[in-house]
């Protein structure tokens, strides 16, 4: 710190001892306009500036890193299990380890799912976590009902909501079945900003899925017309 | 012979002439405080001090242990919890430390919005106030995330699904909330930095802000109904004040500060020694999904009222809340900024006060018992009491374990056992007729899900001529008004 800089400090401190006997007063600043060393300052400080913005780059990439990957570089199939494994009209509970991991992962790097073999050839993979707010959703097999211990969020069987807080279905993933074998794609924690565009109906609308079929007066006329 | 006294008055004078910093402090401990403020209401400020420091000891050595990898906090917690010696006490410390700190920053922070302290010139200590109040609670969520275990990793993901709410941003917002992609090694760390360095750092730098302006501006003076704080007068009526009454604050004040330090202190311990540390509770793996995720006692109030809003109002509330909760605290002194400073003249502010303790009670009492969870193993650990079940015929028998089998027990109780999302069946059939209850069961509604395609006809025969036996104390049964009754056959009149 040059001399001049201290000097300035020390009329905040009048009675310090350190002061005792230096001048008070400091020489008038330079006049407002541009001197040599004034210009040469800006000039630094406009530098550093540049470097700093320089720094900033790898700084903030690393920071926002995990942000600007596209979900093309996260998402992989992901073997679930054998054909075998899932009976037809069963919804059975399945793990796999995500695709993508890191060396301190431990077992968050296993996820959980729900596979419930529609029909010998259709499947449905639900995420485990609710569409709410992404508690754990258990199957009940007697009540064909998945039950969050949360805020109570319900799914039908099929995915559907069925009551409590959540505003749409479950999540769910998108399978492929390759070689006798049941394959998602996954690698992200399920929630409403990456599945989003995957939204599963509200309640299906066809009749032979819903056992309580609304009567709608077109039906009733095709059954008098018929 | 040395003269000790000598050498150490030589040896403050040696440091005080290189960093100014013992005199500072004698004028910091001297500065003149309006006796009438000398009070034990104006300990809270510097017991949240002490407790910070308590956090900061203890948070350090348990920092020596710790390992912040997912793979491995769990067991390091364990370690510490049975395997140092004293690790559990400096865990519950740290727990019960943090619980204190919170109750003790909002304790002060109604006592200084009671006391009108928050008026001019004091507006910006109080909005620094609020910052410190905002990162007391991050430092609370931080730090239990890195208490991890089954409730840290939902609780994680409940953060998250939040944040995913949020249009266009809420992707990239979660996988930097996350770290990655999925709740992992990641985020573990970076909540660890977060709660280790980041959080700090800054609650260190806003504490040193908000004591300077106290030192600043002075200690706030005991409001006297009918006396007003206005710009031009104020600062000259606080100098008279000081000057007229003014005392020392240490020892005058101070005393109480101390005494009131001590007290907490001795309580955390207490809480620490009896009650322990906080969990862990199981191991942070999400393929175990018979849990019943909780937040800790400060956030129930939220998750209560997360599980109380219409589905949909939940996105825009989750977007509009931080602004209509924080930013009335921010701007409250610049709108209350002068007038009336004692609460016999403000009686909004003491409404205001109420209504939000009460709010926040109920919210955090609902959330403790969170009736709107379904019990989970309700349908296989609670059987049907005796009582509910004698003098039954086969076929209602068979509907009483239609009701247990099908997890009707899990959302409703009777006799007082089950769970509440739905209402207690004690007395269904005196507000439901057979008819309303098949209808009920077979198509749901009113947060109820339909059970259509989970029971077949004879189960749903069996089950509702049971629920038609509960009738509470041999209440009489819900009926039809037009049910059975014959109508009056009217006869052509043969008359003129």
Known sequence: MSEHNLQNQSPSTPSDPLWEGTPKEVAEAAPAETTRRGFLFKLALGLNGLVGA?????????????????????????????????????????????????????????????????????FQVFAVNCAHLGCPVRWFEQSRLFLCPCHGGAYYEDGSRASGPPIRGLFEYKYRTLNGAVEILAGQLPTFATEACNRTPSRPASSEDNPLRVLQNSDVNDGRDA | ?????????????????????????????????????????????????????????????????????????????????????????????????????????????????????????????????????????????????????????????????????????GKPLVRLMLGGPIIGGGTLSRFFALHVFVIPGTLLAMVGLHLLMVLRLGINEWPMPGRIVRRSNYQKDYATLTRKTGVPFAPNAAWKDVVFASAMILSVMACAFFFGPFGPSGTPDPTIIQTVPHPDFFFLWIYAVLAFLPPELEIPAILAAPVLIILPLVLLPFYAGQGQKHWSKRPVAILVVTLIAVTLGTFTHLGLH???????????????????????????????????????????????????????????????????????????????????????????????????????????????????????????????
């Open chain 2, 370 to 496: 969170s009736p709107w969870s379904p019990v989970m193993d309700a349908w296989s650990a609670a059987p049907i009491p005796a009582k509910a079940v004698e003098n039954r015929t086969p076929l209602e028998r068979r509907g009483a374990m239609v009701f247990q089998e099908k997890q009707c027990r899990n959302c409703h109780a009777v006799g007082g056992i089950g769970g509440r999302r739905g209402p207690d069946l004690d007395a269904i059939a005196t507000r439901m007729t057979e008819d309303q209850m098949v209808r009920q069961v077979l198509q749901g509604g009113g947060n109820m899900p339909a059970y259509g395609k989970a029971l077949n006809p004879s189960e749903t025969l069996a089950l509702t001529r049971y629920l038609r036996t509960l009738r509470g104390n041999n209440l009489m049964p819900a009926a039809n008004p037009t049910e059975g009754v014959q109508p009056i056959n009217g006869t052509h009149s043969s008359g003129q």
């Open chain 1, 54 to 122: 320089v720094l900033a780059a790898p700084i903030v990439g690393f920071l926002v890193g995990p942000a600007t990957k596209k979900d093309e570089e996260i998402n992989s199939w992901v073997k679930l299990g054998t054909l075998a494994d899932f009976p037809v009209g069963k919804t059975r509970f399945a793990q796999y380890v995500n695709p993508v991991v890191s060396p301190s992962d431990g077992e968050t790097a296993k996820i959980a799912c729900w596979v419930r073999r529609v029909t010998e050839d259709s």
């Open chain 2, 1 to 169: 012979m040395i003269d000790l006294k000598k050498l150490g008055k030589d040896a403050v004078e040696w440091i005080e002439l290189r960093t100014g910093l013992i005199r500072q402090a004698e004028e910091m401990a001297d500065h003149p405080t309006p006796s009438s403020s000398a009070s034990w209401w104006y300990v809270f400020g510097s017991g949240a001090m002490v407790l910070l420091t308590l956090q900061l000891v203890t948070g350090v050595l348990l920092a020596m242990v710790y390992s912040p990898s997912a793979s491995n906090a769990w067991a390091s917690l364990q370690f510490i919890n049975h395997n140092l010696p004293l690790g559990w006490f400096l865990r519950a410390l740290h727990g019960w430390g943090s619980d204190f700190m919170i109750a003790i920053v909002l304790i002060h922070m109604v006592q200084v919005f009671l006391f009108g302290a928050y008026k001019f010139p004091r507006e910006l200590t109080w909005v620094v106030g609020v910052v410190l109040l905002l990162l007391t609670l991050a430092m609370a969520f931080t730090g239990q995330v890195l208490r991890f275990d089954t409730d840290a990793y939902w609780g994680i993901g409940i953060g998250a699904s939040i944040n995913s709410s949020i249009p266009l941003i």
